[in-house]
């Protein structure tokens, strides 16, 4: 079995920053594309950032030049560094990882909350 154990989300006064982190647990496995989504109350789940194996990024317009997403490859990790937060950054993120264990599947962390006061 794969897990993907997510921490680092909290409280932040805006203009503050935080850093998730998500690690994947269990054996044997291989991940590729690797990614952050957030879902706000009554809001649709969105993607925030996205990584491949080799390292390439994309990002959603609303948090570039904020967000940076990164990964450890040896550690099966994935980080989003959040600097310069706003109140609409408030969500619930959840990391998204493709996994191969004898085939490939997409898997979902339980979830982290983010919250930014104004």
């Known amino acids: 079995q794969v897990q993907l154990v997510e921490s680092g989300g909290g409280l932040v006064q805006a203009g503050g920053s935080l850093r998730l982190s998500c690690a994947a647990s269990?054996?044997?496995?291989?991940?590729?594309?690797m990614g952050w989504y957030r879902q706000a109350p009554g809001n649709q789940r969105e993607l925030v950032a996205r990584i491949t194996r080799s390292g390439s990024t994309n990002y959603a317009d609303s948090v570039k030049g904020r967000f940076t997403i990164s990964r450890d490859n040896a550690k099966n990790t994935v980080y989003l560094q959040m600097n310069s937060l706003k109140p609409e950054d408030t969500a619930v993120y959840y990391c998204?990882?493709?996994?191969?264990?004898?085939?490939?599947?997409?898997?979902w962390g339980q979830g982290t909350q983010v919250t930014v006061s104004s």
């Open positions: 269990g054996s044997a496995f291989s991940i590729g594309a």
């Open positions: 998204n990882a493709d996994i191969l264990l004898n085939i490939l599947k997409n898997y």
